[in-house]
């Protein structure tokens, strides 16, 4: 090509000199030229025909490719082909054409074949399995594997050396680079035993204070895990810290279908006494103790007998107490609350006595796991609870407030 356009300058009345640096000159401008409308017909044509061709097909996953630009970076390898068929033009400058061009090539390819593994990831996150088995944490150590040869490749292209030695300078130090990439294998490690001893899925609610995470999973790779909390604010946790320290995951709460009420009221003991006859007749009117109190009043009726029990004093012998009584009732009431799991543990029982009065604690699983829910089926019996307790002659306890002194105050005035 050269010659052939040095001869037209030179029959042009062009002296010879000045014909080889002008012809060199065309050649490279026409080359670049052909390039250019390679690329443009390549983008233009080929992958305007491809995303038609994808957008009717019926399959997905290439349509994931198309989202990813798998296909924008190899779709530039051909331009860069002429480039580089090209390249004998300049025998002077040859071997660097085609070194950087078949360097260019190789990082278009480094590039697609990234963008395709991400495509992969994402149809994969599409299947439920994703959530229990996710694969990015692998895909991420095939990128750097792939990274790290196509970075040896491009190198020894361009100092025109063999891979092989530059691979066993890599392998005289090991130990830099096993102190470069000491997250990403401790990662990787992390990653395996994650999966492997199922601790971690995707969309688990976990608690880890260590580092300020209380929330839904939403990402694992090979070097963290993304966790969502409450307030919407996200939490970036090393992979390997999750091996290393502890934490709590709530799914065995939310496979189980029930979600645990575990908490006490606090009754004054000063207004806890046995139950005389008319508390007794009174409390019969209960609909969910009712049959209790029948049942049990002739059981102790039947044992004071037995036993001739003087009943001149009421310390002697058997009698109901209005806190056994109310805890009693708790029991029932739960048993027969309809939003209350009947297949998982109820109790209602006290706790040892404090300064703040005697603990009544309630425990018992709701039949569902919804946050919003939880709270309101909660509530809605504590609201009961605190409302039902006067009439067992019992009082909640709490400390004086300011109201309290007032009226102290003012009866003393």
């Given at each position: 090509?050269?010659?052939?356009?040095?001869?037209?300058?030179?029959?042009?009345?062009?002296?010879?000199?000045?014909?080889?640096?002008?012809?060199?000159?065309?050649?490279?401008?026409?080359?670049?030229?052909?390039?250019?409308?390679?690329?443009?017909?390549?983008?233009?044509?080929?992958?305007?025909?491809?995303?038609?061709?994808?957008?009717?097909?019926?399959?997905?996953?290439?349509?994931?490719?198309?989202?990813?630009?798998?296909?924008?970076?190899?779709?530039?390898?051909?331009?860069?082909?002429?480039?580089?068929?090209?390249?004998?033009?300049?025998?002077?400058?040859?071997?660097?054409?085609?070194?950087?061009?078949?360097?260019?090539?190789?990082?278009?390819?480094?590039?697609?074949?990234?963008?395709?593994?991400?495509?992969?990831?994402?149809?994969?996150?599409?299947?439920?399995?994703?959530?229990?088995?996710?694969?990015k944490g692998y895909l991420q150590v095939i990128k750097i594997f792939v990274s790290i040869t196509a970075t040896i490749i491009i190198i020894s292209i361009l100092i025109d050396r063999s891979p092989w030695i530059l691979l066993s300078g890599i392998g005289a130090a090991t130990a830099v680079l096993i102190l470069v990439f000491q997250n990403s294998l401790l990662g990787l490690v992390a990653s395996i035993q994650l999966i492997t001893n199922d601790m971690l899925q995707i969309g688990d609610w976990i608690e880890m204070p260590t580092h300020g995470a209380d929330g839904d999973v939403i990402d694992i790779s090979l070097h963290t895990v993304k966790v969502q909390n409450w307030d919407k604010t996200i939490i970036t946790i090393p992979t390997h810290a999750l091996i290393s320290n502890s934490f709590k995951n709530w799914r065995g709460m939310t496979a189980s279908g029930g979600r645990r009420i575990k908490r006490a009221i606090y009754v004054d003991m000063t207004s806890i006494k046995f139950c005389d006859e008319e508390m007794l007749e009174r409390f019969k009117e209960i609909q969910y103790i009712k049959e209790y109190l029948n049942n049990k009043i002739e059981e102790i009726d039947r044992y004071n007998e037995v036993h001739s029990v003087n009943l001149l004093n009421i310390v002697n012998g058997r009698h109901l107490t209005n806190i056994g009584t109310f805890r009693v009732y708790i029991e029932n009431y739960i048993k027969n609350h309809p939003m209350i799991n009947k297949n998982m543990t109820q109790m209602v029982r006290q706790l040892q006595p404090t300064e703040n009065g005697l603990p009544i604690e309630i425990y018992a699983f709701t039949n569902g796991t919804a946050w919003t829910d939880y709270e309101e089926i909660q509530s809605n019996i504590f609201d009961h609870i605190l409302a039902v307790i006067p009439m067992f002659d019992l009082r909640i306890y709490q400390g004086p407030t300011g109201y309290d002194l007032r009226n102290v105050v003012r009866d003393l005035t």
């Amino acid at each position: 090509m050269i010659e052939v356009i040095k001869s037209l300058l030179i029959d042009y009345g062009a002296n010879e000199s000045f014909s080889m640096y002008l012809s060199y000159a065309i050649a490279a401008i026409i080359i670049v030229i052909t390039s250019l409308l390679v690329d443009i017909i390549s983008k233009r044509v080929l992958l305007k025909l491809l995303r038609v061709s994808i957008s009717r097909s019926k399959t997905k996953w290439d349509d994931v490719l198309l989202e990813k630009k798998v296909f924008e970076r190899i779709i530039h390898i051909p331009s860069v082909l002429v480039i580089h068929v090209f390249a004998p033009v300049f025998p002077i400058y040859q071997s660097w054409i085609q070194r950087l061009a078949f360097s260019y090539i190789i990082l278009n390819i480094l590039i697609s074949f990234s963008r395709a593994l991400d495509a992969v990831d994402k149809i994969y996150r599409s299947y439920e399995v994703s959530k229990v088995r996710p694969i990015k944490g692998y895909l991420q150590v095939i990128k750097i594997f792939v990274s790290i040869t196509a970075t040896i490749i491009i190198i020894s292209i361009l100092i025109d050396r063999s891979p092989w030695i530059l691979l066993s300078g890599i392998g005289a130090a090991t130990a830099v680079l096993i102190l470069v990439f000491q997250n990403s294998l401790l990662g990787l490690v992390a990653s395996i035993q994650l999966i492997t001893n199922d601790m971690l899925q995707i969309g688990d609610w976990i608690e880890m204070p260590t580092h300020g995470a209380d929330g839904d999973v939403i990402d694992i790779s090979l070097h963290t895990v993304k966790v969502q909390n409450w307030d919407k604010t996200i939490i970036t946790i090393p992979t390997h810290a999750l091996i290393s320290n502890s934490f709590k995951n709530w799914r065995g709460m939310t496979a189980s279908g029930g979600r645990r009420i575990k908490r006490a009221i606090y009754v004054d003991m000063t207004s806890i006494k046995f139950c005389d006859e008319e508390m007794l007749e009174r409390f019969k009117e209960i609909q969910y103790i009712k049959e209790y109190l029948n049942n049990k009043i002739e059981e102790i009726d039947r044992y004071n007998e037995v036993h001739s029990v003087n009943l001149l004093n009421i310390v002697n012998g058997r009698h109901l107490t209005n806190i056994g009584t109310f805890r009693v009732y708790i029991e029932n009431y739960i048993k027969n609350h309809p939003m209350i799991n009947k297949n998982m543990t109820q109790m209602v029982r006290q706790l040892q006595p404090t300064e703040n009065g005697l603990p009544i604690e309630i425990y018992a699983f709701t039949n569902g796991t919804a946050w919003t829910d939880y709270e309101e089926i909660q509530s809605n019996i504590f609201d009961h609870i605190l409302a039902v307790i006067p009439m067992f002659d019992l009082r909640i306890y709490q400390g004086p407030t300011g109201y309290d002194l007032r009226n102290v105050v003012r009866d003393l005035t």
